[in-house]
């Protein structure tokens, strides 16, 4: 079965702070792409990265980066010197190739950014 | 601009009534996709199409139908509305996944449905 898995149901830090959200991805496929999107306060999803599972290297966006590692199947996510507009909810999600384009949510994480 | 729309926003509904939640997308996508989004358990699949008079359940399907007539409109029905369908509702759309292609799921703003 698939599944994914962010433990870390809220988050609460000062601005500035470094921040990780942890994600745990569970599937027997190879070929598979992850996903990470922002939910802030009005509500809409928004996309941040998709990563497929044959390109391991990590990825930095500005204050944004990307830890994947197969090895533990975790794919985590860094903001660097938050701000409070990082404030939303964070969501892992996981595709399976050749299964249609139908993701697989993690709980989310809310993260609180406090100025 | 290309893009996916939800009808209406915010809707509130009596137990046992039939309600229809509205998704377009422009994007000529062929996959479509509805999910709920509940505390604790993230967005999860309620149903799905790959193209015109394709549907398919998802992991929480029950109570709810969808019908693709066109490329453009996968509208969510709930036949007889339960206040645990209490929800938000997300329609998505996407191109085929095949690998290398473009798997970037795009959604509408949600619609927020209470059930009274």
């Known amino acids: 079965a698939q599944k994914v898995t962010q433990a870390q149901t809220e988050i609460s830090v000062v601005e500035k702070e470094d921040v990780t959200l942890d994600c745990v991805y569970e599937t027997r496929d190879t070929t598979y792409y992850l996903f990470w999107y922002k939910q802030p306060p009005s509500g809409e999803l928004v996309f941040l990265i998709r990563?497929?599972?044959?390109?391991?290297q990590n990825e930095i966006s500005g204050r944004y980066s990307w830890n994947f590692q197969k090895s533990t199947s975790s794919f985590n996510f860094t903001i660097t010197a938050s701000q409070v507009v990082d404030s939303a909810v964070y969501f892992c999600?996981?595709?399976?190739?050749?299964?249609?384009?139908?993701?697989?949510f993690g709980q989310g994480t809310e993260l609180s950014v406090k100025p | 601009d290309a893009e996916i729309t939800q009808s209406p926003r915010h809707k509130i509904t009596e137990t046992g009534r039939q309600v229809t939640l509205a998704c377009h997308q422009t994007?000529?996508?062929?996959?479509m996709f509805w999910y709920r989004q509940d505390l604790g358990h993230g967005l999860r699949l309620i149903h799905y199409?790959?193209?015109?008079?394709?549907?398919n359940k998802g992991e929480v399907s029950d109570g709810y139908s969808v019908s693709r007539s066109n490329t453009e409109d996968l509208p969510l029905t709930l036949e007889s509305a339960a206040s645990s369908q209490t929800s938000v509702y997300f329609c998505a759309s996407s191109e085929s996944s095949g690998f290398g292609r473009n798997t970037e799921a795009f959604f509408g703003q949600g619609t927020r449905l209470t059930v009274v």
């Open positions: 199409s790959y193209g015109v008079q394709d549907t």
């Open positions: 999600a996981l595709l399976i190739y050749n299964q249609g384009g139908k993701l697989i």
């Open positions: 994007w000529n996508h062929n996959n």
């Open positions: 990563r497929n599972s044959f390109d391991e």
